[in-house]
């Protein structure tokens, strides 16, 4: 039986194509990053730029997952599209995202779940040369035990339409939501700064009016951020950088920030 797998597109470019060396560039950005509270996080918001530039933002957001690596066996992971223009919300038709750690199975009982939603479309194309979803994949395999993926690549989608599809596979601690956003774009270091600190002061307030010049991703961190309040979680903001702190240099940079929310009563 073939079973239709989409293959990973950008290794070699945002992260490497070697498994050794990649599971060694995880690992040590993730023994970079500070301890970690001890409050499962029900969602969080993650950069996807390369590893170089995003990757020590990327992995305090990913260290928080440490102690749920058993506890979490699903991920709803939702992404901007960068390459093929969407209106509302596409899944693939792919069963299967590999990387170079291996395959991951995706979750054709929560996809059947929200298929029929109208803000709902199945497109391999759409998925194919994405970024955003896929470099996420190998630090979820370096993190969790074992997991299943729900991919969902958000075009233009309202915060309701987005929300409305977290609502239905929210389920209990077994299932993690993960969006994929990096904040400003090619803006001065300084300039960057103020914007990206604003940003975030909207996301912690969970204002659901971030536009697409604040954070690529704000489609699905405007659907996040219904649900959020809808559902009552607590965010926080575990890192904040941009390029100019890491891999580039300053007169243009890309904002990158981590957040967790996290439920009432999930401590460890």
Known sequence: MIINTRPPAVAGSFYPGDP????????RLLAG??????????????????????????????ATLA?????????????PTHRVAVDGIALPEAEVFSTP???????????????ELPQ????????????????????????????TLVPLAVGHATPEA????????????????VVSSDLSHFLPYSTAQQVDSNTCRHILQLDTHINPEQACGAYPINGLLLAARRRGLTPALLGLCNSGDTAGDKNRVVGYAAFSFTEAGHHA
């Open 20 to 27: 050794a060396t990649l599971s060694a560039t995880i690992e």
């Open 120 to 147: 709902i479309v199945f497109s391999d194309h759409v998925h194919a040369f994405e970024h955003s979803l896929e470099v996420h994949l190998p630090f979820l395999q370096r993190v969790l035990a074992q997991f």
């Open 67 to 79: 102690p749920w690596a058993k506890t979490i066996r699903r991920v709803i992971l939702l992404g």
């Open 101 to 115: 750690l291996g395959p991951i199975r995706l979750d054709a009982q929560a996809i059947a779940a929200i298929a």
């Open 33 to 62: 990053a500070d301890a970690v509270p001890g409050i499962q996080p029900k969602a969080l918001i993650v950069p996807h730029a390369g590893y170089v530039y995003s990757g020590s933002t990327a992995a305090t957001a990913y």
């Open 162 to 177: 987005v929300a409305d599809v977290l609502e239905r596979l929210w389920d209990g601690p077994e299932t993690l939501i």
